[in-house]
């Protein structure tokens, strides 16, 4: 069975850095996709982006593409999310979730990095 | 691309049966039979119910089903069970960024 495995909480300030990690295990990691969903406080759910751990392959969101990168590194199975400069509208629970190749649903998921960003 | 349409809340007694609509385009929804399901318990991840429209993963119970009328696709929980107290997402792909949307998300209460 696949699992992610996310890296845990962090709180940073307002023009930090941030990467935060997706480690799989129990699958062929490179024949999957990896994409990463952002919930704001009390709010939805909303698709970031998604990597093909194969090739690298990389689909943002257009309301979220140049504020964020995603990518990966197949020698350790690890996804990860990245920002250069943090705003206190980041704040939110970020979660990885997997989909195989050829298929259209998100079958797994990690537990959830909250990340707070604060003065 | 925006978020998909879904009702704010729905509610029912326990056994009865609610329907949660997912209104979307001819780009996401009624473009493609890759509709999917997912339900959230407050502070844990979301959980996959429904894929492909109406397909049900190994593990989750009959009581889910699903379906889709052009843009329209529709989560029917019957026999309604104080666990299902929980929040629901569509979630459709999307070929034209390609990625995928969410819709609004269904908070469901068991009266």
């Known amino acids: 069975e696949v699992q992610l495995v996310q890296s845990g909480a962090e709180v940073k300030q307002p023009g930090e850095s941030l990467k935060i990690s997706c480690k799989g295990s129990?699958?062929?990691?490179?024949?999957?996709?990896i994409g990463w969903v952002r919930q704001m406080p009390g709010k939805g759910l909303e698709w970031m982006g998604i990597l093909y751990l194969h090739d690298s392959r990389t689909y943002y969101s257009p309301s979220l593409q140049g504020q964020v990168t995603i990518s990966a590194d197949r020698s350790i199975s690890t996804a990860y999310l990245q920002w250069s400069s943090l705003k206190a509208s980041d704040t939110a629970m970020y979660y990885c979730?997997?989909?195989?190749?050829?298929?259209?649903?998100?079958?797994?998921w990690g537990q959830g990095t909250l990340v707070t960003v604060s003065s | 691309q925006s978020a998909l349409t879904q009702p704010a809340s729905v509610s029912g007694s326990p056994g009865q049966s609610i329907t949660i609509s997912c209104t979307g385009t001819s780009s996401d929804v009624g473009g493609y039979n890759y509709v999917s399901w997912y339900q959230q318990h407050p502070g844990k991840a979301p959980k996959l119910l429904i894929y492909d429209v109406a397909t049900r993963p190994s593990g989750v119970s009959n009581r889910f089903s699903g379906s889709k009328s052009g843009n329209t696709a529709s989560l029917t929980i019957t026999g309604l069970q104080a666990e299902d107290e929980a929040d629901y997402y569509c979630?459709?792909?999307?070929?034209?960024?390609?990625?995928?949307?969410f819709g609004t998300g269904t908070q469901v209460t068991v009266l």
């Open positions: 979630n459709s792909y999307v070929r034209r960024w390609p990625t995928y949307v």
């Open positions: 129990g699958y062929s990691f490179n024949t999957y996709w």
């Open positions: 979730a997997s989909a195989r190749d050829g298929t259209f649903w998100w079958n797994s």
